[in-house]
């Protein structure tokens, strides 16, 4: 097992959602995602394939480079391979996103 820690002190956007998406199985990985308690994006990574940080941190800096979230990331992982964690990761997106759209307005 390897604990793989990135943080992404550019993605500031507030985020209010929180996403549970995947499921730690052989060839998968469940992500955790809600919003950060600090500026900035966090992510830990539990892994159970040693000797690939340079991959992780590949896919997530290609992550960031594409999302401004200030979110909290933790992802259990079980071999996925780094297109299985970018859909991961864009699919805990999607489910923050469309409950930011749904949710129901605040009227004072």
């Known amino acids: 097992m390897e604990q793989l820690k990135f943080d992404y002190p550019s ?3 507030r985020v ?6 995947g499921v730690v199985g052989f060839g998968d990985m469940e992500v955790l ?9 966090h992510v830990s990574i539990l892994t159970s394939v040693n000797g690939f940080g340079a991959s992780w941190k590949a896919v997530m ?3 960031f480079a ?5 979110v909290r990331i933790d992802i259990n992982d079980a ?3 780094p297109g299985s964690v970018m859909l991961r990761l864009e699919q805990a997106v ?3 996103e469309l409950h930011e759209l749904t949710k129901p307005l605040e009227v004072n």
């Open 94 to 96: 999607e489910v923050i």
């Open 66 to 70: 594409k999302y401004d979230g200030a």
């Open 11 to 13: 993605a500031v956007r």
């Open 33 to 41: 995602m809600r919003p950060a308690e600090t500026g900035g994006a």
């Open 16 to 21: 209010t959602g929180k996403a549970h998406v």
């Open 61 to 63: 800096d290609r992550f």
């Open 79 to 81: 071999g996925a391979t």
